[in-house]
C-alpha cells in the first residue's frame, strides 16, 4: 500500500489509522446528529466508529485499491500530520469508466471556514491528476444548501435530482446529482472557499 498523503494550504488529508484518537475524531462527526443530518444514517456509537476505522484501515490494503476513506487534518495541528487530530472524512470511490465518486464530513465546530472548498479541491486534484479519473461525481441531499455551494463553487455541474436517494431518520430523501469532468475548466483551477 502508498499511503495517501495530499496537502493543502491549511488542511493535509492522510489514511485514518486504527487509533483511539482516529476513532473518537471520527466519532466526533458520525456520532453528532447534526453533522450526520444529511448523511444516508443515523449518529453512530464509538464502537461502531472503531469498526468503521478498521474496515478504512482494511479498504487501504486491497490491491487494486478502489475506495479511499481518508482522515483530514489540519496542517497546523501537529508538526507530524500522520499525528494529527482529524477533523473530518473524505471518500473517493472508483467506479467502472474512470470515474469516481466524492464525499465528505467535517466535524460541527469547523463548518463555515471554507475546509470543504479546500478539501474538494485536494481530492479533486487527486483523482484527476494520479488516479486518472475523468469524471466526479457527487450527491449531495437537496436541504443541505452548504454543500450544494461548496460543489457549485468548485464548478460541478447540476445534473438532476435523485428521487429517493437514501432513506434517513425520518424516511426517503432525495439527493442531487453533481458532476465535474476532467475537460471541464473548473478541473483545472483551484477551489476558492467553501
Not at 500500500?1 to 488529508?13: E, K
Not at 436541504?143 to 455541474?157: K, M, Q, T, W, Y
Not at 436517494?165 to 425520518?170: A, C, H, S, V
Given at each position: 500500500?502508498?499511503?495517501?498523503?495530499?496537502?493543502?494550504?491549511?488542511?493535509?488529508?492522510r489514511e485514518?489509522?486504527?487509533?483511539?484518537?482516529?476513532?473518537?475524531?471520527?466519532?466526533?462527526?458520525?456520532?453528532?446528529?447534526?453533522?450526520?443530518?444529511?448523511?444516508?444514517?443515523?449518529?453512530?456509537?464509538?464502537?461502531?466508529?472503531?469498526?468503521?476505522?478498521?474496515?478504512?484501515?482494511?479498504?487501504?490494503?486491497?490491491?487494486?485499491?478502489?475506495?479511499?476513506?481518508?482522515?483530514?487534518?489540519?496542517?497546523?495541528?501537529?508538526?507530524?500530520?500522520?499525528?494529527?487530530?482529524?477533523?473530518?472524512?473524505?471518500?473517493?470511490?472508483?467506479?467502472?469508466?474512470?470515474?469516481?465518486?466524492?464525499?465528505?464530513?467535517?466535524?460541527?465546530?469547523?463548518?463555515?471556514?471554507?475546509?470543504?472548498?479546500?478539501?474538494?479541491?485536494l481530492l479533486?486534484?487527486?483523482?484527476?491528476?494520479?488516479?486518472?479519473?475523468?469524471?466526479?461525481?457527487a450527491r449531495?441531499?437537496?436541504?443541505?444548501?452548504?454543500?450544494?455551494?461548496?460543489?457549485?463553487?468548485?464548478?460541478?455541474?447540476?445534473?438532476?435530482?435523485?428521487?429517493?436517494?437514501?432513506?434517513?431518520?425520518?424516511?426517503?430523501?432525495?439527493?442531487?446529482?453533481?458532476?465535474?469532468?476532467?475537460?471541464?475548466?473548473?478541473?483545472?483551477?483551484?477551489?476558492?472557499?467553501?
Open positions: 500500500m502508498v499511503p495517501v498523503r495530499l496537502t493543502g494550504p491549511r488542511l493535509a488529508v485514518f489509522h486504527h487509533t483511539p484518537e482516529d476513532v473518537a475524531a471520527l466519532h466526533a462527526v458520525f456520532g453528532d446528529p447534526e453533522a450526520t443530518r444529511y448523511l444516508p444514517f443515523a449518529p453512530r456509537d464509538l464502537e461502531t466508529c472503531a469498526d468503521q476505522v478498521a474496515q478504512f484501515v482494511e479498504e487501504a490494503e486491497k490491491e487494486p485499491r478502489d475506495v479511499y476513506r481518508l482522515a483530514v487534518t489540519l496542517r497546523a495541528d501537529a508538526d507530524d500530520p500522520a499525528r494529527a487530530v482529524p477533523i473530518g472524512n473524505a471518500a473517493l470511490g472508483l467506479v467502472p469508466y474512470r470515474a469516481a465518486t466524492i464525499g465528505y464530513a467535517l466535524r460541527r465546530d469547523v463548518w463555515g471556514a471554507g475546509y470543504a472548498g479546500e478539501l474538494l479541491a479533486r486534484d487527486f483523482a484527476f491528476g494520479p488516479l486518472g479519473v475523468h469524471r466526479l461525481e449531495v441531499d437537496i436541504d443541505n444548501a452548504a454543500s450544494i455551494r461548496v460543489l457549485e463553487r468548485a464548478g460541478f455541474r447540476l445534473e438532476g435530482r435523485v428521487r429517493h436517494d437514501y432513506r434517513g431518520p425520518d424516511g426517503w430523501r432525495d439527493a442531487r446529482q453533481y458532476a465535474l469532468l476532467a475537460d471541464d475548466p473548473a478541473a483545472g483551477r483551484a477551489v476558492q472557499g467553501g
